[in-house]
């Protein structure tokens, strides 16, 4: 009898180290060296007597945003799931963080906003590790490439080789060199620009098909110094309905990071574009954001980056009929969501968790990874189905709506209404957005019914 998606999920979020499963492999070959693929090759350095990464950028120890990463001078943190994963895989890892100066924010230290009110506490337990993305990237990269099995290859991958029906090798570039390094086991981490389904197509297999969600949104990520007698509180966010504010912030976040700064993010939809000049978001943060955002902009901007990202995506490679054996993909390769969840980084994590499942269960790697497929659709479908859901409600959103999502939509407004007053709605509510439990725990009939109560009170004052 099949698991449920809320049985494999859970089974998914192990804290457990795993123990290192059978070699099954010569050499393995990671294309991307951020922290899908990095998370990637930690799993494989299991399975493989090699772990080849094969990166574009050099970034050394670097913890300066860099080519590779367009959005790394962007906002970002590790969501309580993804810091279990993150120990799970790396022992001691949050306390590393900490000692190179990253922050760790409990529910005591976070604050969040709905239309401008204070939620009421929610998940106790969750923990959330601060600090920029390089920052975070270095730490994994550090941990990763510690490893005796694992090493960086400074190159640009330009095909794949293929023998019968599986991938055999990977053509690439590097410097003025061209050429192919053979591997037992491929996985393609290379973004949400990844070019595997076009070498695909041009190799005769098929290629995924690709769902796109235009959110058409744009946001602005400043850091500023961090002063003597500004809030305790690490992490703060503030969302917003459409046209509950006058100046187009759809949603603010601001969190403590490495160096004694803070990271401040404001975001809009289409035309509405706040914080394009630390001069705006200074402004904004002091009058239309909670007070946690403007006691924090009191000093002066050290630097401004704005981005713009037109669509959510997902390539299906589960649905594919057709597809090479020794080959999968992870991290934004296979789905990149609306960056105001946050859910990117943890995403990867849980992808990786898939991996490793799949590895250690000795599966039969002349044929196609179907199973690893089917275990990467249930933690894919879980931060997608929410973020989507979220982004296809605002009215310029367009996309495929899935079956029966009126209903869905009404419910999913129901809890997100009453989490802003009722602790534990709030509490299972944080526990679907940090990516603890599976999105299944707010669609029974007592979260619903309970939520309907907290929010018929709520309008009879």
């Not at 970034?59 to 590790?78: D, F, I, K």
Request: proline residues 6%.
């Amino acid at each position: 009898m099949a698991s449920s998606p809320a049985a494999v999920f859970a089974r998914l979020s192990d804290k457990r180290t795993p123990v290192a499963g059978p070699v099954l492999l010569k050499t393995a070959v990671v294309l991307g060296g951020s922290v899908a693929g990095l998370l990637a090759a930690r799993v494989l350095a299991d399975h493989a007597d090699e772990v080849v990464v094969l990166e574009r950028d050099d970034p050394g120890t670097s913890t300066e945003p860099r080519p590779g990463v367009p959005q790394g001078a962007q906002a970002h943190v590790l969501l309580p799931a993804g810091l279990r994963q993150l120990e799970r895989f790396f022992p001691g890892f949050a306390q590393e963080g900490v000692g190179a100066g990253g922050r760790l924010a409990p529910a005591s230290h976070r604050h969040t906003f709905a239309d401008g009110v204070l939620k009421v506490p929610g998940r106790a337990d969750a923990v959330m590790l601060c600090g920029s993305r390089p920052f975070l990237e270095a730490l994994i990269r550090r941990r990763t490439l510690a490893l005796p099995n694992v090493r960086a290859l400074t190159a640009r991958a330009t095909g794949l080789e293929f023998t019968g029906e599986a991938v055999t090798g990977v053509r690439y570039e590097s410097e003025a060199t061209k050429s192919v390094l053979a591997a037992d086991f491929v996985v393609d981490a290379m973004g949400r620009a990844s070019r595997l389904g076009d070498w695909l197509d041009q190799a005769g297999w098929e290629k995924p098909a690709l769902t796109r969600v235009e959110i058409d949104l744009n946001y602005a990520t400043a850091i500023a110094r961090r002063t003597p007698g500004q809030p305790s509180i690490e992490v703060g966010l503030s969302t917003y309905s459409p046209g509950a504010t006058t100046d187009g912030v759809a949603a603010g976040a601001f969190c403590s990071i490495e160096d004694d700064r803070w990271m401040v993010l404001l975001s809009g939809y289409v035309g509405d574009k706040p914080g394009r000049t630390a001069e705006d978001l200074v402004q904004l943060c002091k009058s239309t954001m909670p007070d946690d955002f403007g006691a924090i902009v009191t000093d002066e901007i050290v630097s401004l980056a704005t981005y713009h990202l037109a669509d959510a995506r997902r390539r299906h490679f589960h649905d594919l009929e057709r597809v090479p054996a020794r080959l999968v993909a992870l991290g934004d390769s296979v789905a990149s969501m609306n960056p105001i969840y946050a859910q990117g980084m943890t995403s990867a994590a849980l992808q990786a968790s898939a991996l490793s499942e799949f590895l250690r269960a000795q599966p039969d790697l002349n044929v196609p990874a179907r199973e690893f497929f089917a275990l990467q659709k249930v933690v894919v479908d879980a931060p997608w189905d929410v973020a989507t859901g979220a982004d296809l409600s605002l009215p310029h959103v367009r996309g495929p709506r899935p079956s029966g999502y009126k209903v869905k939509s009404w419910a999913s407004k129901q809890v997100v209404a009453a989490s802003v007053r009722d602790s534990e709605i709030n509490r299972r509510f944080e526990s679907v957005i940090f990516l603890l439990d599976h999105p299944s725990i707010l669609a029974t009939p007592g979260t619903l019914l309970r939520s309907l109560r907290v929010n018929r009170r709520a309008r009879r004052g």
